[in-house]
């Protein structure tokens, strides 16, 4: 957040916000965040997260001395009680978060995607096992093991090119290819910093669900089609 948003660092607390200290504190329990006494009656932002179901809430709230329980942990931190958590003012609630998809795939599955033996290789099997949905950076960045990981996706050498072979294109962020990923049909649509792979076959016809790719009309392949070596995507769009 701190990054994304320019804020600057507090004086006493996390993060200086339109020239106001704000505390900033994240819980696995939805509001059992843990104040600190120095953020008593300070302002402070509450993040939650929860990666299975893929969802996170943000509010904030003032830790206010009567809406805190009391401090008898180790600590001397205290959390907020019912009546804080009633007054907590909701920026974001239960807001879709991108997904952390080696959470939600089958676990042999991610076991054989990160057997790989190289970057390169475990960045091809997981395009390769998991199709038509979205890929954050951070997946590509925990399966890549290496300070390049987006290089791994691209052309000239990348999966992209790589699983051409195999019929499988892989979209990206560009305009361009979310405007393939629309008109094939597909559920997920690729967003900032993530990419869909999905292999395809040329369109016997031009119908719903078909795209134009690389001069040619192409569909979602089905289970039976053959492999054929899928489509150049364009290089150029708007991020």
């Known amino acids: 957040m701190q990054r994304e948003f320019q804020f600057a660092d507090g004086e006493k607390l996390d993060y200086k916000i339109a020239d106001v200290d704000v505390d900033c504190k994240y819980s696995q329990e939805l509001g059992r965040w843990m104040i600190p006494n120095e953020a008593e009656n300070e302002l402070c932002l509450g993040l939650w997260a929860d990666d299975l179901q893929a969802i996170w809430s943000m509010g904030i ?79 590509v960045a925990t399966v890549a093991q290496q300070a390049d990981y987006m290089k791994r996706i691209r052309g000239n050498g990348g999966a992209r090119s790589q699983l051409r072979e195999e019929g499988i294109i892989i979209l990206g962020q560009y305009e361009a290819h979310r405007d393939i990923a629309r008109q094939l049909g597909l559920k997920e649509i690729p967003e900032k910093g ?38 150049l995507l364009p290089t150029l769009g708007s991020n």
Not at 62 to 68: G, T
Not at 203 to 226: F, H, L, Q, Y
């Open 61 to 139: 709230f003032r830790a206010r001395e009567e809406h805190l329980t009391s401090r008898s942990n180790r600590d001397k931190k205290a959390s907020l009680n019912k009546d804080g958590k009633s007054l907590v003012r909701w920026l974001f609630s239960r807001s879709d978060l991108p997904p952390n998809i080696l959470l939600q795939i089958p676990e042999k599955d991610v076991d054989h995607i990160m057997e790989g033996k190289s970057g390169a290789e475990r960045i091809r099997r997981l395009f390769r096992t998991v199709q038509g949905q979205r890929i954050g950076r951070g997946v």
């Open 194 to 231: 993530e990419s869909i792979s999905i292999r395809v076959y040329p369109a016997e016809s031009v119908r719903s669900k078909t795209a134009m790719i690389d001069g040619s009309w192409w569909r979602v392949a089905e289970s039976e089609d053959p492999v054929v070596l899928a489509p």
